[in-house]
């Protein structure tokens, strides 16, 4: 089940994303939840308990509120992934909307025709994000893991045969040598830094000598042995996101 967060301080409005939403639904055969919200910050309040959304419909201008704002919060603290789609009635809040990564912005009156395409790429996305996911044996269970949000996996220093892998909100120590664990991830933008440390290319913002700034400040070595290859990924990174953009 596809689970999504309508966010509008306009009742009619709601119900118009709503109904537009559950007959993609069954046109398509799918199964979508809809969890409407008047307010932001009720929204805020539900994902502060655990909840998760797969995706989100965002009224830009609220009366007490600012879309914008509210979608930010959500990256920063509980989906930077978020997949956001604005609506308003104001086709000048689009600039402003790319400054939290919107996935589409949609002018009111919202109309099935204009969502159904919109929908059909987001449940793209959707499936490919599915594809980076990792299940991991932890100590309280499996967990499944955003590849994209692991920084790096290093040699765990407490336990023989386990690894730590450190990603911005937790690390987790699981069993298996780094090896194993790199050639699970090699395809996935992951290299060796050092004797003991593999990590996400995404995340490094600095290189210098013997060591990886990552983009939450932290510091993790980087040997000579590696650096050619480091430094390789990082430009061939940088060629693939220009050449997917200019596509």
Known sequence: MLKVAICDDEQKDIDIAEKCILEYSFKHNLDIECANYRTGQELLDKMESGEHYDFFVFDVEMEKEDGIYIASIIRKRYDKNAIIIFVSNYPGHMGRSFSVHAYNYIQKPLKYI????????????????????????????????????????????????????????????????????????????????????????????????GELVLDNNEIIPLSRKYEEEVRKSLINTVISDVGSIRG
């Open 114 to 209: 204009e969502l159904e395409q919109v929908l059909s790429q987001v449940l793209r996305e959707i499936r490919n994000m599915e594809f980076n996911k990792l299940i991991v044996p932890a100590a309280d269970g499996e967990r499944v893991v955003n590849i994209s949000d692991i920084m790096y996996i290093e040699t765990s220093r407490k336990f023989q045969k386990s690894v730590d892998i450190h990603s911005a909100k937790e690390i987790i120590q699981v069993t298996g040598n780094l090896k194993k664990w790199f050639n699970l991830l090699k395809d996935k933008r992951f290299v060796y830094s050092f004797k003991g440390y593999i990590v996400n290319i995404d995340h490094i913002v600095t290189l210098r000598g």
